[in-house]
C-alpha cells in the first residue's frame, strides 16, 4: 500500500531563509508524488508534482522539490520564505500505478517570522 | 473562473437532519472525486467517478452517504441523518491527464458542522 510521512507537523523560519518540509512516501511502484497547499480556509492548490522525466521538480511560487528513490524521499524546499508561504503543506502520493485517489501526509504547518 | 466549484461554501445543520452539497468540475474532466477533511488532519479519499460510473468507494463511506454524477458532469454528495461526526469540510477534486499523469484539481470546498 502506498504512504506518505511528513517529518515536522510544524516548521517556523523567518522571512528571508530557507524552507525545508520533509516526506517520505512507501510505494510498491514508481510513485507519482506532489506537493499541495491550503491557506486558511481555502481548498488545495497544486505545488508541484513528480513525473518521473525529472528527479528536481520545480513548482509554483519558487518552490521545488527533489526525488529520491535511495532515500523514499520528497522534501520540499524553497530558498527564501515569505510571510504568504504561511500556509499547511502535504505531500500527497497517488495510490495507485493507473491514478486513482490520493494519499495525504498529515500535513506541515509552515509558520513565516518577520 | 473555470476552477473546480462547490456549493455551498458553509452548511450548518441539526443531527438528523440530511444535506446535500454539489460539486461542478471543471469542463471535459473525466474523474471527479471526493474527499472529507477533518480539523488538523490530511484530507482522507471518500469516492470517485469515472464519468458517471462510480468507481470506488472508501469504507468511510458509510450507508448513510451517497454519492451521485448523473450525467457524468457535476456531483452531488448527501448525507443522510447528519450526525455530529460529520462535522468536516468536504472537498471536491476533478482530474486531468498529462503525460501519463492524473493531476488532481480542488475546489474551495463545503465547510460542515452539525450541531
Known amino acids: 500500500a502506498q504512504s506518505v510521512t511528513q517529518l515536522d507537523s510544524h516548521v517556523s523560519v523567518s522571512e528571508g531563509t530557507p524552507v525545508l518540509l520533509r516526506c517520505n512516501y512507501s510505494s510498491s511502484y514508481s510513485p507519482s508524488l506532489f506537493w499541495y497547499v491550503q491557506h486558511p480556509n481555502k481548498g488545495l492548490q497544486l505545488l508541484l508534482k513528480y513525473t518521473s522525466a525529472a528527479t528536481l521538480v520545480k513548482g509554483i511560487n519558487g518552490f521545488e522539490a527533489e526525488f529520491k528513490k535511495s532515500e523514499t524521499s520528497f522534501h520540499l524546499t524553497k530558498p527564501s520564505a515569505h510571510m504568504s508561504d504561511a500556509a499547511e503543506y502535504f505531500c500527497?502520493?497517488?495510490?495507485?500505478?493507473?491514478?486513482?485517489?490520493?494519499?495525504f501526509g498529515q500535513g506541515t504547518e509552515l509558520s513565516v517570522k518577520p | 473562473d473555470t476552477g473546480v466549484s462547490q456549493d455551498p461554501r458553509h452548511k450548518i445543520t441539526k443531527r438528523g437532519q440530511n444535506v446535500t452539497f454539489r460539486c461542478d468540475p471543471i469542463s471535459e474532466h473525466n474523474r471527479l472525486y471526493w474527499y472529507r477533511q477533518t480539523l488538523g488532519q490530511g484530507p482522507e479519499f471518500l469516492t470517485y467517478f469515472q464519468n458517471e460510473a462510480q468507481l470506488e468507494k472508501s469504507r468511510l463511506l458509510s450507508d448513510r452517504f451517497s454519492a451521485e454524477r448523473p450525467k457524468g458532469s457535476f456531483s452531488t454528495l448527501e448525507i443522510q441523518r447528519t450526525e455530529q461526526g460529520d462535522s468536516a469540510m468536504y472537498l471536491c477534486a476533478s482530474s486531468l491527464w498529462t503525460s501519463g499523469i492524473e493531476t488532481q484539481y480542488f475546489g474551495p470546498g463545503t465547510r460542515l458542522l452539525v450541531l
Open positions: 500527497v502520493v497517488s495510490d495507485g500505478n493507473q491514478g486513482g485517489k490520493l494519499i
